[in-house]
Structure formats: C-alpha cells, structure tokens
C-alpha cells in the first residue's frame, strides 16, 4: 500500500499534476488497491482534515492579505521603510526586508508579501543597479518570513494538527524571524557596498514623521491582531476577522483607496486562494490515515530511536527531512504527513515543543525557495524577471541566513522559548 501511495505521487509530480491532485488521488490508489476498504473514507477522512476551528484562520487571514494590499496598506509600509532605511548603504534593499517584515506581522502569508511588497519594491531596486538575480533572491527570502513572523498561516495549520498554543507559537517565530531579517539587512549593506551602489541619502527626521503619521494605522495593525492573540482577547481565527475588519475600515474610510466595486473581486482571489490551501490539508490527511493502517509511524520512530535517543538530534533529522520533502510538496501537503509521526515520539520524550514547532515552520520556508515547488521562488522570479541561474549565488546565501537560524533554534532553545515563556509562563504551566 505504501508502495503505491509512495510511486504513483511521485509519477504524477513528474508529469505535472497539481499537489493537491496528485496527494489526493495517490492516497485514494493507495487505499484502493491496497486494501478492502470501502472508499468513502476517502471523503470522510477529507472533511475530518479541514473540520478545524483553528483552520478557520486561514481563509480570514488570506483575506486580510488581499484587503490589506488593496486598501494601500502595503505601498504605506514600504513608504514608512523607505523613510527610516533608505539613506543607508542598500537602503533600498533593506527598506524592503523592514517592509516585509512589517507586512508579515499583518498577512501571514509568504506568497502575500512577495506579491505586495515585493511588486512595489523590484523595479525601484533594479533602477537602483540590484541585478536581477540578486533582487529575486531578496524578496523571496523577505517575503519567506511570512510563515515566521507572526502571525502565520503555517503556525496555525501546525497548532490545528498537534494542539499546540497558537500564541505559544507566534511568540516563539518572532526572535528567528527577527533575526532572519537582520541577516538579511546585513547581506544587502555588503552587496551594496561590494558593488559601490544604492547610497547617498540621508536621514531626514521630517520625512520619518510624515511617514509615520501617513502609515500610522497600517503599522499598528500588527500590534491589535498579535497583541490580542498573545493576551488572550481574541483566538487566533476571531483575529483573522479582526485583521479583515479593520483592513477594509482603513482602506475604505482612511486611505479611502478600497472601493466597493473591489469587493466582490477580493473575496473571489480569497476564496481560490483558500481552496487551494484547504485541498492540499484535506487530501494530504488521508496519508495519515493509510500511514497509521501500515504502522507507519511506530516503524519509523523505532528506526529513528535506533539511531539516537538526542531530542536535539531528532529534531535536526526531522528538519533535514523536512527540508528535504518541500522540495517537493508544499509544505502545507507535508505537514499533516510528517507530524503525526514525530510531534508523539518528541513530545513523550519530553522536547521543547515550541522549539520543534518554530524549527519545523523554519524549514517550510525553506521548501518555498526551493524548486522545484517553490512558490516563493517563482513568485519572485517572475516580479524581478530573473531566470534560475541568476538567482542561484544569491540564493545559496539567503538559504544558507535561514539554515544558519534552524540550527541556532535547535541547539539554543532560548532563541524560540524565551519570549512564550517570560509572556505566557512556561510550557507547563500554559
């Protein structure tokens, strides 16, 4: 059965099957050549994947990235960045990693801020002298921070599956993901300054104000939605509305940039947008099911505990494999796959749950730089114009920022628990 499951996914990946189809219809050949069972469990096992209260974050936060991008929400926060960086060495560069980083702490989405953020910032950047290579690899590698910042899609989809905090969460992505974006600072300043490009401005107090007071209500919009999921006002799916809500009050009577006649049309690139999410998390859980019918997860923690009894350890295995799976299958797809397996053995060894849990969404990002699924990647791609083999140098350096943190996380717990447990207390005590 298994071995069904196994080659007919990776054929249909080959010829170019959407992953959603190709999960689904490879677990429906698993279960129907493989065993006797009435194939309704098939649409059971769908239903009972997606029927989360928790998941119901995820088409509301889809949404507000939508209504955020179209109310002028987004060009306010690059315009803030450009403000307070752009008379740095690379300011432009590192206005949109700040942008990015602001935009994530609203949209939990990657794919979200790369098309917002990086659409407004690419062409600014290759007028600047940015090659295109290096320009794509940028705001893929800002945009990733969508899944890490909180408050992220990937964190709430991982919190439905193993009963985790979803504040616990987003508390414990903040440090990487703030560090992430310094590194990624840091990387602009040296190919600025390498390449004798982007500089020549200067700090302006005037300016930063007339920023901040014009961007004012798009930058306090991360405090109302994480700050009220972390103080416990409001779940993490009552925040989605929240962000959606506010997002059309700002664009509408604020900025007075969203019209009624966009309405209708957001919600249609919402609702596709959710689908798509929503059909991989459905078809990918009927993998667990066939994977708990062949023991899959008892034979594959007794292999791995042959091999070491280190949480650690454990934990950088499961990222390797991790990794090495979402170049391949959206991340979304493996999650549901993978952590029914390893999330018990971790958590009856007694690891830091929210250490593995950051590490884990780490290593999706990961899987959306990579081809040659990769939504990031290609996203980028093509807002820059840039073909692979421009991007790859680039590319190596920012994976290589991201790598460097996953391995930070593991053997600094510090780096992911600190926060949740100075706001929240610790894990025992949540």
């Given at each position: 059965?298994?071995?069904?499951?196994?080659?007919?996914?990776?054929?249909?990946?080959?010829?170019?099957?959407?992953?959603?189809?190709?999960?689904?219809?490879?677990?429906?050949?698993?279960?129907?050549?493989?065993?006797?069972?009435?194939?309704?469990?098939?649409?059971?096992?769908?239903?009972?994947?997606?029927?989360?209260?928790?998941?119901?974050?995820?088409?509301?936060?889809?949404?507000?990235?939508?209504?955020?991008?179209?109310?002028?929400?987004?060009?306010?926060?690059?315009?803030?960045?450009?403000?307070?960086?752009?008379?740095?060495?690379?300011?432009?560069?590192?206005?949109?990693?700040?942008?990015?980083?602001?935009?994530?702490?609203?949209?939990?989405?990657?794919?979200?801020?790369?098309?917002?953020?990086?659409?407004?910032?690419?062409?600014?950047?290759?007028?600047?002298?940015?090659?295109?290579?290096f320009v794509a690899a940028l705001i893929g590698g800002a945009g990733s921070l969508g899944p890490v910042i909180p408050p992220s899609v990937d964190m709430i989809v991982f919190a439905s599956i193993t009963g985790l905090s979803v504040g616990r969460m987003f508390m414990g992505g903040m440090l990487p993901g703030l560090v992430?974006?310094?590194?990624?600072?840091?990387?602009?300043?040296?190919?600025?300054?390498?390449?004798?490009?982007?500089?020549?401005?200067?700090?302006?107090?005037?300016?930063?104000?007339?920023?901040?007071?014009?961007?004012?209500?798009?930058?306090?919009?991360?405090?109302?939605?994480?700050?009220?999921?972390?103080?416990?006002?409001?779940?993490?799916?009552?925040?989605?509305?929240?962000?959606?809500?506010?997002?059309?009050?700002?664009?509408?009577?604020?900025?007075?940039?969203?019209?009624?006649?966009?309405?209708?049309?957001?919600?249609?690139?919402?609702?596709?947008?959710?689908?798509?999410?929503?059909?991989?998390?459905?078809?990918?859980?009927?993998?667990?099911?066939?994977?708990?019918?062949?023991?899959?997860?008892?034979?594959?923690?007794?292999?791995?505990?042959?091999?070491?009894?280190?949480?650690?350890?454990?934990?950088?295995?499961?990222?390797?494999?991790?990794?090495?799976?979402?170049?391949?299958?959206?991340?979304?797809?493996?999650?549901?796959?993978?952590?029914?397996?390893?999330?018990?053995?971790?958590?009856?060894?007694?690891?830091?749950?929210?250490?593995?849990?950051?590490?884990?969404?780490?290593?999706?990002?990961?899987?959306?730089?990579?081809?040659?699924?990769?939504?990031?990647?290609?996203?980028?791609?093509?807002?820059?114009?840039?073909?692979?083999?421009?991007?790859?140098?680039?590319?190596?350096?920012?994976?290589?920022?991201?790598?460097?943190?996953?391995?930070?996380?593991?053997?600094?717990?510090?780096?992911?628990?600190?926060?949740?447990?100075?706001?929240?207390?610790?894990?025992?005590?949540?």
């Amino acid at each position: 059965m298994i071995a069904i499951v196994v080659v007919s996914l990776i054929v249909m990946i080959i010829l170019g099957v959407p992953i959603c189809f190709a999960v689904g219809l490879s677990g429906f050949l698993g279960l129907y050549f493989g065993t006797n069972l009435d194939l309704y469990i098939v649409v059971q096992r769908f239903i009972s994947g997606i029927n989360s209260f928790s998941l119901m974050a995820v088409p509301l936060f889809i949404l507000g990235g939508a209504i955020m991008d179209k109310a002028g929400i987004s060009k306010r926060i690059v315009g803030f960045a450009a403000a307070m960086f752009s008379w740095l060495r690379g300011g432009l560069s590192i206005c949109c990693v700040a942008a990015n980083m602001i935009f994530a702490g609203i949209s939990g989405s990657g794919a979200a801020a790369v098309s917002a953020i990086g659409g407004i910032t690419a062409p600014a950047m290759k007028a600047k002298g940015y090659k295109p290579g290096f320009v794509a690899a940028l705001i893929g590698g800002a945009g990733s921070l969508g899944p890490v910042i909180p408050p992220s899609v990937d964190m709430i989809v991982f919190a439905s599956i193993t009963g985790l905090s979803v504040g616990r969460m987003f508390m414990g992505g903040m440090l990487p993901g703030l560090v992430i974006g310094l590194c990624l600072m840091i990387f602009c300043y040296i190919y600025a300054r390498v390449n004798n490009i982007d500089y020549g401005g200067k700090f302006v107090v005037s300016e930063v104000i007339v920023a901040l007071k014009e961007s004012i209500w798009a930058l306090i919009m991360p405090f109302i939605v994480i700050g009220g999921v972390i103080c416990g006002i409001f779940t993490a799916t009552e925040a989605g509305v929240v962000a959606c809500v506010y997002g059309m009050i700002v664009g509408a009577f604020v900025y007075k940039e969203l019209k009624w006649k966009d309405i209708i049309p957001l919600f249609k690139q919402a609702t596709e947008n959710t689908c798509q999410v929503m059909m991989i998390i459905g078809a990918s859980t009927i993998y667990g099911y066939i994977f708990s019918l062949a023991n899959v997860g008892d034979i594959v923690c007794n292999f791995i505990l042959s091999l070491t009894d280190s949480t650690t350890m454990i934990m950088l295995m499961t990222a390797g494999f991790m990794i090495f799976v979402g170049c391949f299958m959206e991340s979304l797809a493996a999650m549901p796959i993978i952590l029914p397996i390893v999330y018990p053995l971790l958590e009856s060894m007694g690891a830091n749950m929210t250490q593995f849990g950051v590490m884990f969404c780490l290593c999706t990002v990961l899987g959306g730089l990579t081809p040659p699924v990769g939504i990031y990647l290609f996203l980028s791609m093509s807002i820059a114009k840039a073909k692979i083999q421009e991007i790859i140098p680039y590319l190596l350096v920012v994976v290589g920022i991201i790598v460097a943190v996953i391995l930070t996380a593991a053997f600094v717990p510090g780096l992911t628990s600190f926060l949740p447990d100075m706001i929240m207390g610790p894990m025992g005590a949540s």
